[in-house]
């Protein structure tokens, strides 16, 4: 049975390459059907923060990563919290003293800075001399009754070479003479990181060990470990650092590491799930996709896939993930609602990436604007000003024409759409074109018998109304589309960049549509060419 774990210390928020190790972890146990834990290791009592368990279990939950076996939930090798487990650690390590793998030392922390500092200055490598592994039994006696304050060392075999097969990296030596021999058991009594994770990793019937790279120096201590008490160490996966665009490690100074930080800018969990997968791992072979459910990720996920190299933190590919996330979702939910619409309906066109809508009855426009603009208004609704919401009918109309926008980042729909509600202003440049060959006097023109001809229009509800009589203009006045339609495009949005104008046209509706064709025309007076 594999069986996979996270073992977080709790810091107080979720750091992104701690939730990479839990979802390779959760993946790979699930992939193989076997079982995924939670353990939290808190032995270090100084950097214990109030609640920060509880907050991670929530974070867990809230992402998906559902666990057979941790705090909160029933399991044969309770506790799951370090800190409750403190007398079996004293056990262990107490074997190990009778074994020999193991020794007090009872240096005093002046002792320990004097001999680093001297191996400082000869320029030896820092670590511990072994002052203690060779007290007699009498002095180790002497001391104990004086109730001198003592750390339990780890005695590492130095002569020897630990090897072993990373599922990642491959074949992996140490000699053993370069490891310090680790405090395994605290002053304060407390076990460290070392020894309790070693206990708790065997007692826990842990199969596979899949962590971040910077516990890579670790490992050997770790097998050495096993080997003392005679347990037989469980494999080893060491995954890539994660990597900031400079390839300098990931670091709070360049960006946000934690998950929290994400959650709050407005990204979907089904996104951050999909893009902390691919730090690191790719399905590859002719696998183009990069949309991936947690479900379709643990059919997908597989440890030799995993890259050595470090994998780059790119906030870019996180906007493109959550965008089409959103996409997705919010086709599904369409195609879901929309029963009347052909069953093909939503078909992504693949050459632009768009959605097309195939109605089989015309009289269900009305009623697919209506649940389409729902779902708009439900994604957008936080970052819309309340004044906007006043005039339902011109906001739900605003929001398709800027559908592909808000899909891609909800926060800036207020942004987009500003022009519709607000007074606009612009260079008289904008009204003109060079390459499309509109001047000031073709702005003129086209702006003037736009102005009269749409004085008697009324069917601004539709558009393709709208696009029939601009059509007509166009031909009138025998000049080219965008010679009619930029500078009326210009002039209803004050804007380089909008949505067509017919749609704006739509939106706007008469009187603002002549409104802003007149002042249009009012600066054109006012400009000389
Ligand atoms: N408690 C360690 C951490 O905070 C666990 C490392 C390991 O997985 O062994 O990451």
Sequence with gaps: MIRTRFAPSPTGYLHVGGLRTALYNYLYAKKHEGQFLLRIEDTDRKRFVEGAKEHLIEMLEWIGLDYDEGPNKEGP???????????????????????????????????LSEMREHQEKSKKAPMYDRHCLYLSDEETQKN????????????????????YKDLIRGIISFAAKTLDDQVLIK??????????????????????????????PSTPKHILLYKAFGW???????????????????????????VEEYIKKGYGKEA????????????????????????ELVKHFSLEKVHKAGAIFDIEKLDWINWQWNRRKYHTILKDKAHYLDPNVIIENPKKGEFVYKFNDPENTEKFFKERTDILLEM?????????????EKIRKALVTIEEKILRDPKSTQEYLKFYFDDIDYDNELLT????????????KSLNEIYETFQNFDS???MDAIKNILMKIVAKLELKNGQVFWPLRAALTGEKFSPGVFEVAWVLGKDDFLKRTKQALDRLENTKQ
């Design 187 to 216: 002053s304060d009594g407390f076990p460290t990181y070392h020894l309790a994770n070693v206990v708790d990793d065997h007692l826990m019937e842990i199969s596979h060990v899949i962590r971040g790279e910077e516990w890579l």
């Design 232 to 258: 037989t160490p469980p494999e080893f996966a060491h995954i890539p650092l994660l990597l900031n665009k400079d390839r300098t490690k990931l670091s709070k100074r360049q960006g946000d590491v934690s």
């Design 77 to 111: 090798h309770a506790p799951y919290v370090q800190s409750e487990r403190n007398d079996l650690y004293k056990k262990y390590a107490e074997e190990l003293l009778e074994k020999k793998h193991a020794y007090r030392c009872f240096c005093t922390a002046d002792r």
């Design 272 to 295: 951050i799930i999909n893009f902390i997968a691919f730090l690191g791992w790719h399905p590859g072979g002719s696998e183009e996709n990069e949309i991936f459910t947690l479900e």
């Design 144 to 163: 104990l009754d004086a109730k001198t304050p003592f750390v339990i060392r780890q005695k590492i075999p130095s002569s020897e070479t630990v090897k």
């Design 433 to 444: 074109h060079e390459k499309m060959k509109v001047d000031y006097k073709t702005a003129r």
């Design 380 to 392: 957008c609704d936080e970052y819309l000003d309340e004044k906007y919401k006043k005039n339902p």
């Design 460 to 462: 601004f509800n539709d």
